[in-house]
């Protein structure tokens, strides 16, 4: 397949009228100041978007969680309903049609931060993994990768409480049950298996040296400040401290918001090699704070970004977001470049997708076509696309050489049907 790119983002900036040669779902060829060829796809064209950071069942959540005005203990609360009621069956038809909704907003990968494992009651099914089965189908169904984190989750608080009501269906029989589980799940073509640690709440400090060196490993970092003094008070030091005493940091490792951090925190992320996966829209929408991007970037660390509850899933946000939380912050504009939101926005890597998130030869052929010409991107620099596009902007989507969105419509399924049938439920 041959495709044509009048703007296309290729080694960190705009090139034009490009041709781009597909092989066996690899870029074959990538040929820039080329004669138009091949299937046109209009816009700008980008390297497939990657959701590092993604919880499927939270979209359930969206727009119903402001009734009182809200605060981030009535949403757990409502969270906490959801989760009680999802079944392997039910799962399926909602991640399926969430990840449907990824795939139009340009999303090639996501890492499914999934704790979801048993029965209500903590039961596990006759298959153990029905659950994470349940989203590796539904992503093969809309035609992005999935990186199931599989977190492990033991405890409710940083003192090793037990885990009580609708929790009990997060935990496993402590390490040794949780890795004999993990051990029966499958890798497949679409889909790879990682670890999460929930965070230093649910899992003892006694259980994370055994967890070092684990790739792709994920873990919810310093989200509240409620966390860093519980933490703190139980092993008298910061949670990053205590995961680096722990051997969990390092370059195979991703801090999930990584929002309320010291001068030292930061240095020891940056210093050990972790990655760091911010979720502005989310750390907005449960006012945890705004995290330290461009502190965390200049001590080295690699940025990527999440949808996380899905209040919105648009990577173009959480992209813009970076910056402009920055800018709130700061009083100051400009802590990134277009160049630096985009490398955060495709960062596949930390989901251990390295062959892709670049267009490039020899690596994955994941392609998205922004519209140039909508009423929010008409006149805009190709270069400066990620200030003013959206989600809704996206009209083509390629992720393994397979074209998986087609003039802004999913080619496998309607995903606003999907997402309508799988929500009530």
Known sequence: MTYFAEHAWVGGAVARNVRIEVGDGRFTAVTPDSAPGGTRLPGLVLPGLANAHSHAFHRALR????????SFWTWRE???SVAGRLDPDSYFDLARAVYGEMALAGITCVGEFHYLHHGPDGTPYDDPNAMGGALIEAAREAGIRITLLDTLYLTSSVDGKPLEGVQRRFGDRGLDGWEDRVAALRPAPHALIGTAVHSVRAVPARFLTGLAGRAPLHVHLSEQRAENDQCR???????????????ILGPGTTAVHATHLTDADVKALGGSGTNVCLCPSTERDLADGIGRGRDLADAGVALSLGSDSQAVIDLFEEARGVELDERLATE??????????LAAATAHGSLGWADAGRIAVGDRADLVAVSLDSVRTAGVDPAGAVFAATAADVTHVVADGRLIVDGGRHTGFDVAAALRKALPR
């Not at 008070?233 to 051997?247: I, N, Q």
């Not at 100051?332 to 939101?341: D, T, V």
């Open 78 to 80: 409502l969270m906490y």
């Open 233 to 247: 008070a139980v092993h008298g030091c910061t949670p990053t401290e205590l995961l680096l005493r722990h051997g």
């Open 332 to 341: 100051r504009r400009g802590h990134f470049s277009p160049a630096e939101l």
């Open 63 to 70: 727009g119903r969680t402001h009734g009182d005005r809200g």
